[in-house]
């Protein structure tokens, strides 16, 4: 575990030199949650939105969603796809006694809590200034199971990018790929709207889908919207996913490895 | 027991062939022709501990799809090997703490921190112990002379500075075992000399094994006792550098500075003329009669200085590659 964690902060350092570019990473995932706060603002015509969301709850919940994306989701999938696998980085990882899966953990952590802090000052900034449109109730057991299912969330989103990263070991370019789960994401992760506004149809089938584990329902619990027992249910879901997801990663990773060619080194 | 111990390695890529043309493209949407391109094909060597084993061959000869296939970066397609006791391709923790890869101009160092960061990150790869550490920098720190730019960003070092540095992250764990493919290329003269004497140092330091593959003959001629010549995949010539004359030059070229000038056609029996200019002429004879005919200038003619020489190693590992002599 020490050496676990002196590997995380000798990261930090790394992604300390990268900050500036990390900052406009973050504002540019701002554009999507401020510019539906401002939709949202003219369409509710700041009163009730029905199915118990006011605009306030609704601003919240974006600038939540913005905190979650920022921590939560990982960006790896290029990383591992283009650089490791076809351009060959990877071999620098292979040659070292560390867990690939690991290590590229421990380098999106930095990243993650970098952008993360960057969500803070943002959303503290709101409260400050728009103190009325930021509600959050939070207690000791919501904090504690909205910090699990997020931890849960993050596992769940790295290891669901890394094994699509690792089909480039028998696909030419998955750029495709990666920009169809990014469109499939922003509809079934809540990032345009919150799922209980779906019709019931497709929030089922968003219900049932991985993509609302990784961000949408730790925003919710943080939100103090679902019942002590469905928070479980979500959780154990998320544990069911994760092991799923792990399971899936290690065969492609096993399969995949004797396919790579090192090319390039 | 061979340090390293290679049995049968075939390492065959599967290779799309696309017939030309639009034609050929709309074809290889429905079918598409796929062939088995042999990078490695059925090579066997052992290499004992400590030894300096050259590994050359020209481009595409399959010399750093070896490597690869020894510091277990692919997987073999078949064949064994076994390093250390250990299968590569399984890379196994105990198997990769004791070997090292080093790739000329690859950079393994973070680009925007200094070396010393990116090596206190293999300390805790490694998990070196705190005092091994600062001893092994401070050792190679000095042999590669870099102490003073351990806290320069990588990003400012000149390329000859960033190989060093490069080196040196691969050696902080001492591997036992370490393939070093064309380390000094785009180094210039002076640089590729301290690297060669840092190799010869560490080997003779720590009894390491080394298989270096490079394009320069000088990396090989200096370092490597034993070379293994590979062309097309497949073993040319294992053994001492020094019997690669013996075994694959038929002639000698014997060097005469004359008194006087000679006649070009008094000579041209004896040899071919390769080169002719009054008084000085070298003239190339069979190695089984080069002692004779170099006896009979010398009773025929007023020589001042008569040197029979051994072709250069470039010239002869040049024609093993193109296939002119074996």
């Given amino acids: ?265 | 027991m061979a340090i390293i111990d290679v049995k049968n390695l075939s390492k065959y890529f599967r290779v799309y062939k696309k017939e030309p043309g639009v034609l050929g493209s709309l074809k290889s949407l429905f079918n598409r022709k796929y062939e088995n391109s042999k990078a490695v094909d059925n090579i066997s060597f052992k290499i004992e501990e400590g030894e300096l084993v050259g590994f050359i061959g020209p481009n595409g000869a399959g010399k750093t799809t070896t490597l690869k296939c020894l510091s277990g970066l692919i997987y073999p397609s078949q064949g064994k090997i076994s390093i250390l006791g250990y299968t590569p391709f399984d890379r196994k923790s105990d198997f990769l703490k004791q070997i090292g890869l080093v790739m000329g101009q690859k950079n393994q160092l973070w680009w925007d921190l200094p070396p010393i960061e990116s090596y206190l990150l293999n300390k805790e790869i490694y998990s070196i112990p705190d005092r091994q550490f600062k001893e092994t920098i401070e050792e190679l720190a000095e042999l590669m002379e870099i102490k003073n730019i351990l806290q320069v960003q990588v990003r400012k070092l000149s390329l000859g500075q960033r190989m060093k540095c490069e080196l040196v992250a691969q050696l902080i764990h001492l591997p036992k075992v370490l393939f070093l493919d064309e380390p000094t290329i785009g180094l210039d003269v002076v640089m590729q000399q301290k690297l060669r004497c840092f190799v010869r140092e560490y080997n003779r330091r720590y009894k390491a094994t080394i298989l270096l593959t490079s394009h320069y003959m000088d990396d090989v001629k200096e370092l490597c006792r034993r070379v293994i010549i590979i062309n097309q995949g497949g073993i040319l010539y294992d053994g001492l550098l020094e019997n690669i004359t013996k075994k694959y030059s038929t002639h000698k070229l014997l060097s005469v500075i004359f008194e006087s000038p000679v006649k070009k056609d008094e000579l041209q029996s004896l040899g071919e003329i390769k080169l002719y200019e009054s008084t000085k002429v070298n003239l190339l004879v069979p190695r089984k009669d080069s002692n004779h005919i170099a006896s009979h200038l010398m009773e025929k003619f007023d020589v001042a200085d008569l040197n029979i020489e051994e072709p250069e190693v470039e010239e002869i590992v040049r024609k093993i590659f193109t296939a002119k002599i074996v």
């Fill in chain 1, 1 to 265: 575990m020490k050496r676990f964690l002196k590997i995380v902060i000798l990261h930090f350092e790394h992604v300390f030199e990268n900050r500036a570019r990390s900052l406009i990473w973050f504002i540019i995932s701002l554009t999507n949650p401020l510019s539906l706060i401002l939709f949202w603002k003219g369409a509710s015509n700041g009163g009730n939105l029905g199915l118990g969301w006011t605009f306030s709850s609704l601003t919240t919940y974006y600038l939540l969603l913005a905190l979650a994306n920022a921590f939560l989701t990982s960006h790896i999938e290029e990383e591992v796809s283009f650089y490791d696998i076809k351009q060959g980085d990877l071999v620098r990882y292979l040659i070292r006694p560390f867990s690939y899966y690991w290590i590229k953990f421990i380098e999106e952590i930095p990243y993650r809590l970098l952008q993360g802090t960057y969500g803070l000052i943002l959303l503290l900034i709101f409260i400050i200034l728009f103190s009325h449109l930021v509600r959050i109730n939070l207690t000791v057991l919501i904090i504690a199971l909205g910090l699990m299912s997020a931890i849960l969330a993050f596992f769940i989103s790295f290891t669901f990018k890394m094994i699509i990263g690792l089909l480039a070991f028998w696909f030419k370019d998955i750029r495709g790929l990666y920009n169809l789960v990014d469109i499939v994401t922003i509809v079934f992760a809540g990032y345009v709207v919150p799922l209980e506004f779906f019709p019931s149809t497709l929030k089922n089938v968003s219900y049932l889908l991985p993509f609302a584990y990784m961000i949408y329902y730790p925003v919710i619990i943080i939100q103090g919207k679902l019942l002590l027992w469905e928070i479980l249910r979500i959780v154990g879901i998320q544990f069911l996913y994760l092991s799923l997801f792990l399971v899936i990663q290690r065969l492609l990773w096993k399969k995949g490895i004797k396919e790579f060619t090192a090319i390039g080194q």
